[in-house]
């Protein structure tokens, strides 16, 4: 069965699963891509609550900017790795103010997707995953972020190779996932992880893609 026919039984068995995610429409870019560094390696609802306090401290953008970036640390302190996505977010916003005179990412819902992946890209700190996160949430952009969930059940599907890095399966994955699904195959792969597919005790007697998996082949399948 050739990869692209395979996703797309896939991306149907989620969707009778768990519907068809919709977008809520674009949102603010900037916006979108602290978040996302914030969730960088932590969990949800520790972004949120990191980004809650990043606001309360500092209101505006222009405040994160010109604020101390040790006190940057300790507002996003509950995300963890704070040191370093304070960095970035310090850097990125005053490399930005100087570069287009505002903090502001709207222009880039006039760049080519290529394009504004390796603007965001080019700055330590905002790996592939984070930009395409950034570029299919705010921008609404046919791009397929892989996150630890997808690259876990992509590898026990046989959607990519066993050993293969989360920024290789950038590259193979996109090419196959079903036209115009990129986002609802994105969300209902996360909501699999989470639900069945758990990266220590996958839920395999309630999986409906058993027929398909590489895991259940080799480690439980009679």
Known sequence: MELQQKAKIISDALEV????????????????????????NTTDVSRDK?????????????????????????AIRVVGLGEQKSN?????????????????LEFMHNMETEEALEFLCQHKGIGIKTASVTLSFA??????PVD????RISKRLGLIPPNCSAEKAHQLLP??????????????????????????????????????????????QA
Do not use: M
């Open 17 to 40: 699963l768990f519907g068809v995610p919709t977008r809520d429409g674009t949102g603010d870019v900037l916006e979108s891509l602290i978040l996302t560094i914030l969730s960088q």
């Open 50 to 74: 990191g980004y809650a306090v990043l606001k309360e401290r500092f209101p505006t953008w222009e405040d994160v900017l010109h604020a101390d970036v040790k006190a940057i640390e300790a």
């Open 88 to 104: 970035t977010i310090k850097n990125f916003l005053t490399w930005l103010q100087a570069e287009h005179g505002e903090l502001s």
């Open 139 to 144: 921008c609404g952009r046919e791009v397929f």
């Open 148 to 151: 630890t969930h997808i690259l």
């Open 175 to 220: 090419p196959i996932v079903p036209e115009g699904k990129a986002y609802p195959f994105h969300i209902n792969l996360i909501y699999f992880g989470r639900q069945i597919c758990d990266a220590r005790k996958p839920l395999c007697e309630r999986c409906s893609l058993t027929q398909h998996c590489l895991y259940f082949k080799d480690n439980l």
